[in-house]
């Protein structure tokens, strides 16, 4: 079992940018692909974002690729979300979460079982 805790959220002005962090306890940290997702008020949970476990391969949804970028430190049990160019449809609650086995960089909610509790981003026009 994983322990995941987001920080890094709140109100930043449109074109502004945000890092967020996710902080893993224990060691299969080093061990699971990780994702980003966020969900708006009345949507449903939308694929952000995720890396492999170098760190090296990643992929992103179309609709913040080029804008944001998923990194990870390894050493730190860390995962990174940095977004930029942010727009005020951007407004979510944001969640990290740890790829299950087999399913590479998972992009749907139920490939992905540990998750964090959240850190809202709010983004004003």
């Known amino acids: 079992q994983v322990q995941l805790v987001e920080s890094g959220g709140g109100l930043v002005q449109a074109g502004g940018s945000l890092r967020l962090s996710c902080a893993a306890s224990?060691?299969?940290?080093?061990?699971?692909?990780m994702g980003w997702f966020r969900q708006a008020p009345g949507k449903e949970r939308e694929f952000l974002a995720a890396?492999?476990?170098?760190?090296?391969?990643?992929n992103y949804a179309d609709s913040v690729k080029g804008r944001f970028t998923i990194s990870r430190d390894n050493t730190k049990n860390t995962v990174y979300l940095q977004m930029n160019s942010l727009k005020p449809e951007d407004t979510a609650t944001y969640y990290c979460?740890?790829?299950?086995?087999?399913?590479?960089?998972?992009?749907?909610?139920?490939?992905?079982?540990?998750w964090g509790q959240g850190t809202q981003v709010t983004v004003s026009t």
């Open positions: 979460a740890t790829c299950r086995g087999g399913y590479g960089l998972g992009t749907r909610e139920e490939q992905y079982d540990n």
């Open positions: 224990g060691r299969a940290f080093r061990s699971r692909f």
């Open positions: 890396i492999n476990l170098s760190g090296g391969s990643t």
